[in-house]
């Protein structure tokens, strides 16, 4: 769970950098992002309970007409609407000749089969049977025992975020050829966030980190935001991971105090060179309590498009990380 916000403090809204110190003039961040730390906190995230949920896409994706497929663990899945608006979740493989059930439309809340027309209405048929799914009205997840093979638990973790009717959230959808560790492992190094994308980071210090042995695995970074030139947003934000492939970023100090950004990493499976693929679900829920954010509310439509591209730019160098560190770790050459 992300921590409580405290209040905004003396923070600006906006701030002028004093200097602008060249990329390769910054504080190295090397020797305080210590390999035992990040391998300490990312161990714990791994042995918390997911209750074998998994995202598997944003809520606002799902559509009247047609199903959410993915693969999960080497697994099918589709999700769809029922006839009375609830969540339909089930194997994406056809029970009669093995049909993608990804490809099928939705009729009147019923999945209608395009080879042979076996329809589906949620309720166990013809060898087919539901798996149980939550929308928690920004992200869909499925719950795979199988996949999973942990003690079950009647819904996910899901982050405190904002209420839906002070935010604004946007979903960006990635994947990368790593396992979701790889993934996580990037999250829990807030270190390396100025040195790896400079074009929206600059003054990045981790002020506080988790203590060898400490179960409260908070790291805690001051960082800015870049706008223009010198101008910079300062905040205060906290890295926590709820479960084995939940990464929540929180921001507690400075502009937008309480809006989150949530990372979750869900296997698919391997590649056509065997390589192992994962999808990495970024939601991002903004708030403010400035007066102003009521326009920018208004205007959610039109942000969520720049707010994916500002995340898709990121994961970007982050995937390019996280499959770096797969590669080594399969090759039984990772430092760390």
Same mark, same amino acid.
């Given at each position: 769970?992300s921590?409580? +916000? &405290?209040?905004?403090?003396?923070?600006?809204?906006?701030?002028?950098r004093r200097r602008?110190v060249?990329w390769?003039?910054?504080r #190295?961040?090397?020797?305080?992002?210590?390999?035992g730390?990040i391998?300490?906190?990312l161990k714990?995230?791994?042995?918390r +309970?997911?209750?074998?949920?998994?995202?598997?896409?944003?809520s606002?994706?799902?559509?009247?007409?047609?199903?959410?497929?993915?693969?999960?663990?080497?697994?099918? !899945?589709?999700?769809?609407?029922?006839?009375?608006g609830?969540?339909?979740?089930? +194997?994406?493989v056809c #029970?009669?000749l093995?049909?993608?059930?990804?490809d &099928?439309?939705?009729?009147?809340g019923?999945?209608v089969?395009?080879?042979h027309?076996?329809?589906?209405?949620?309720?166990?048929?013809?060898?087919?049977?539901?798996?149980p799914a939550?929308?928690?009205?920004?992200?869909?997840?499925?719950?795979?025992?199988? @996949?999973?093979?942990e003690?079950?638990?009647? @819904?996910?973790?899901?982050? !405190?975020?904002?209420?839906?009717?002070?935010?604004?959230?946007?979903?960006?959808?990635?994947?990368?050829?790593c396992?979701?560790?790889?993934?996580?492992?990037n999250?829990?190094? #807030?270190?390396?966030?100025?040195?790896?994308?400079?074009?929206?980071?600059?003054?990045?210090?981790?002020v506080?980190?988790?203590?060898?042995g400490?179960?409260d695995?908070?790291?805690?970074?001051?960082?800015?935001?870049k706008?223009a030139?010198?101008?910079?947003?300062?905040?205060r934000a906290?890295?926590?991971a709820?479960?084995?492939?939940? !990464?929540?970023m929180?921001?507690?100090?400075?502009?937008?105090?309480g809006?989150?950004?949530?990372?979750?990493a869900?296997?698919?499976?391997?590649d056509?060179?065997?390589?192992p693929?994962t999808a990495?679900?970024?939601?991002?829920?903004?708030? &403010?309590?400035? +007066?102003?954010?009521?326009? !920018?509310?208004?205007a959610?439509p039109?942000l969520?498009?720049?707010?994916?591209?500002?995340?898709?730019r990121?994961?970007?160098?982050?995937?390019a990380?996280?499959?770096?560190?797969?590669?080594?770790? &399969?090759?039984?050459r990772?430092?760390?």
């Amino acid at each position: 769970m992300s921590p409580e +916000p &405290s209040a905004r403090g003396a923070r600006p809204l906006l701030s002028l950098r004093r200097r602008n110190v060249p990329w390769h003039r910054q504080r #190295p961040t090397w020797r305080d992002a210590k390999p035992g730390v990040i391998a300490g906190a990312l161990k714990r995230a791994q042995a918390r +309970p997911s209750g074998n949920w998994y995202v598997v896409g944003a809520s606002a994706t799902l559509r009247g007409d047609r199903p959410l497929a993915r693969t999960v663990a080497g697994r099918e !899945v589709v999700v769809w609407r029922g006839a009375d608006g609830g969540l339909v979740a089930g +194997p994406g493989v056809c #029970p009669h000749l093995g049909a993608p059930l990804a490809d &099928s439309p939705v009729r009147c809340g019923t999945l209608v089969c395009r080879w042979h027309g076996l329809a589906l209405d949620g309720a166990p048929f013809a060898g087919w049977g539901p798996l149980p799914a939550f929308d928690d009205g920004v992200l869909v997840w499925v719950r795979l025992d199988e @996949a999973g093979g942990e003690e079950p638990s009647d @819904a996910p973790v899901v982050p !405190v975020r904002p209420a839906g009717a002070r935010g604004v959230s946007a979903v960006y959808e990635g994947t990368g050829a790593c396992e979701p560790e790889d993934v996580v492992a990037n999250r829990l190094d #807030p270190w390396h966030g100025a040195w790896f994308h400079p074009y929206s980071f600059v003054d990045l210090t981790v002020v506080g980190s988790p203590g060898e042995g400490d179960a409260d695995d908070r790291f805690t970074v001051d960082v800015s935001f870049k706008v223009a030139g010198r101008l910079v947003v300062p905040v205060r934000a906290v890295f926590t991971a709820p479960g084995p492939r939940t !990464v929540v970023m929180c921001i507690t100090e400075g502009e937008g105090v309480g809006s989150v950004v949530e990372t979750h990493a869900t296997p698919l499976g391997p590649d056509e060179r065997g390589r192992p693929r994962t999808a990495v679900t970024e939601a991002v829920v903004a708030t &403010s309590d400035r +007066p102003g954010f009521a326009f !920018v509310r208004r205007a959610a439509p039109l942000l969520r498009p720049v707010m994916r591209t500002a995340a898709g730019r990121l994961w970007r160098d982050d995937l390019a990380y996280a499959e770096r560190r797969w590669q080594l770790r &399969s090759a039984g050459r990772f430092p760390g």
